[in-house]
């Protein structure tokens, strides 16, 4: 499970805000501010949304950290 979540899950975000970072630089360096600040939002959507898949990913190790230690207690 955790190969397709990061191979999917998380790798998506991730290249999506790698070609975001490197499209800024392209246009500040040409000096189109406005495309920039377009950018920008759109890098701020990718990193919140890998922000909740590593909260996710978080939670499902708590819950399956939860269940052992359940089933070792009984």
Same mark, same amino acid.
């Given at each position: 499970?955790?190969?397709?979540?990061?191979?999917?899950?998380? !790798?998506?975000?991730?290249?999506?805000?790698?070609?975001?970072?490197?499209?800024?630089?392209?246009?500040?360096?040409?000096?189109?501010?406005?495309?920039?600040?377009?950018?920008?939002?759109?890098?701020?959507?990718?990193?919140? !949304?890998?922000? !909740?898949?590593?909260?996710?990913?978080?939670?499902?190790?708590?819950?399956?950290?939860?269940?052992?230690?359940?089933?070792?207690?009984?």
């Amino acid at each position: 499970e955790y190969a397709f979540i990061n191979s999917h899950m998380l !790798r998506s975000p991730l290249t999506s805000i790698m070609g975001l970072i490197n499209l800024i630089k392209d246009v500040t360096a040409q000096g189109a501010l406005t495309e920039a600040i377009q950018l920008i939002a759109l890098l701020e959507q990718e990193a919140l !949304r890998l922000d !909740r898949i590593t909260h996710d990913i978080q939670q499902m190790i708590n819950e399956a950290e939860w269940k052992r230690n359940k089933e070792t207690d009984t």
